[in-house]
Nanobody
Framework: QVQLVESGGGLVQAGGSLRLSCAVS????????MGWFRQAPGKEREFVAT????????YYADSVKGRFTISRDNAKNTVYLQMNSLKPEDTADYYC?????????????????WGQGTRVTVSS
């Protein structure tokens, strides 16, 4: 059974930092493209960042580029999202997701497995 479990969310002031973690079990982590998505209240879920399987190339949404960093530790079957210089508009539920494909990495439909999400609230 595939499981993705996020942790690390919470309440932080604008300008602060948080690091999200996503522990993966039940699938070959090193062969998985891992992504982070978020859904703000009243809005659709959107792509945040992804890290490719194998070479580990990374891609980011323009809204987080330069502030967020995605990384993976294949030995720990864990993907991370370091979030710096947080803004109130970053407030959302953050989800990690896993895919076998390396194409369409910005699309929700590319990802077969999802976590339950962790809430990030940024106060102004």
């Amino acid at each position: 059974q595939v499981q993705l479990v996020e942790s690390g969310g919470g309440l932080v002031q604008a300008g602060g930092s948080l690091r999200l973690s996503c522990a993966v079990s039940g699938r070959t982590f090193s062969s998985s493209t891992m992504g982070w998505f978020r859904q703000a209240p009243g809005k659709e879920r959107e792509f945040v960042a992804t890290v490719m399987r194998n070479v580990g190339s990374t891609y980011y949404a323009d809204s987080v580029k330069g502030r967020f960093t995605i990384s993976r530790d294949n030995a720990k079957n864990t993907v991370y999202l370091q979030m710096n210089s947080l803004k109130p508009e970053d407030t959302a539920d953050y989800y990690c997701a896993a895919a076998f494909s390396t194409t369409g990495w910005w699309l929700e439909t590319t990802y077969a497995d999802w976590g339950q999400g962790t809430r990030v609230t940024v106060s102004s």
